[in-house]
């Protein structure tokens, strides 16, 4: 079984920055990522980072939003700059590690708080 363990959530205004971090209980992982979910709104893909190194991130996001990684602490980093009111939401981190052709399994932290004042 896989954990995760997210930290960094806070209140700031809009402009300032924050950093989220994701402590995965393992080493082993394909990709993992970050997701958001503002009240009354779809869960969104944020950011994500692959085993190799590769990011992509959501257009909202990009050039403020940096995710990183430590491969010796097995955590994942997501910097948050200029901040803005519409990125208040709840993150989640992910892990997904790809079992088989068929089934890739997925592992979610247990959420932790952005928001953002104007």
């Known amino acids: 079984q896989v954990q995760l363990v997210e930290s960094g959530g806070g209140l700031v205004q809009a402009g300032e920055s924050l950093r989220l971090s994701c402590a995965a209980s393992t080493s082993i992982f394909d990709a993992m990522g970050w997701y958001r979910q503002a009240p009354g709104k779809q869960r969104e893909l944020v950011a994500t980072i692959t085993n190799g190194g590769t990011t992509d991130y959501t257009v909202s996001v990009k050039g403020r939003f940096t995710i990183s990684r430590d491969n010796v602490k097995n955590t994942v980093y997501l910097q948050m700059n200029s901040l803005k009111p519409e990125d208040t939401a709840v993150y989640y981190c992910?892990?997904?590690?790809?079992?088989?052709?068929?089934?890739?399994?997925?592992?979610w932290g247990q959420g932790t708080q952005v928001t953002v004042s104007s």
């Open positions: 992910n892990l997904r590690s790809v079992r088989s052709a068929y089934f890739t399994k997925e592992y």
